[in-house]
Nanobody, 117 residues
Framework: QVQLVESGGGLVQAGGSLRLSCAAS????????MGWYRQAPGKERELVAT????????NYAESVQGRFTISRDNAKNTVYLQMNSLKPEDTAVYYC??????????WGQGTQVTVSS
């Protein structure tokens, strides 16, 4: 059973930056791709960014392309999301996701990001 714990959320002014971290534990040797998703009030959860197992391939939502960067440190079992030039519309709960080699997915508990205008 994999546990994912996010950190790094908070309140920031528009144009500012935050870095989210997601630390994985338990069965981490079976983790394949990882990603970040977000859910704003009244909206469905949406993909923000994903990264392949070795970090060589990344994918971003069009709305964050060029502003956010996903990375991972497999030695630390941690995935990061560097968020720059934040906008009020980036306000949401951000969730870490891990896809296992055997197909099952796990979610973290989420971390709140609030961007004030």
């Amino acid at each position: 059973q994999v546990q994912l714990v996010e950190s790094g959320g908070g309140l920031v002014q528009a144009g500012g930056s935050l870095r989210l971290s997601c630390a994985a534990s338990g069965g981490t040797f079976s983790i394949n791709a990882m990603g970040w998703y977000r859910q704003a009030p009244g909206k469905e959860r949406e993909l923000v960014a994903t990264i392949s197992s070795a970090g060589g391939s990344t994918n971003y939502a069009e709305s964050v392309q060029g502003r956010f960067t996903i990375s991972r440190d497999n030695a630390k079992n941690t995935v990061y999301l560097q968020m720059n030039s934040l906008k009020p519309e980036d306000t949401a709960v951000y969730y870490c996701n891990a896809i296992m080699l055997y197909g099952r997915g796990y979610w973290g508990q989420g971390t709140q990001v609030t961007v004030s205008s």
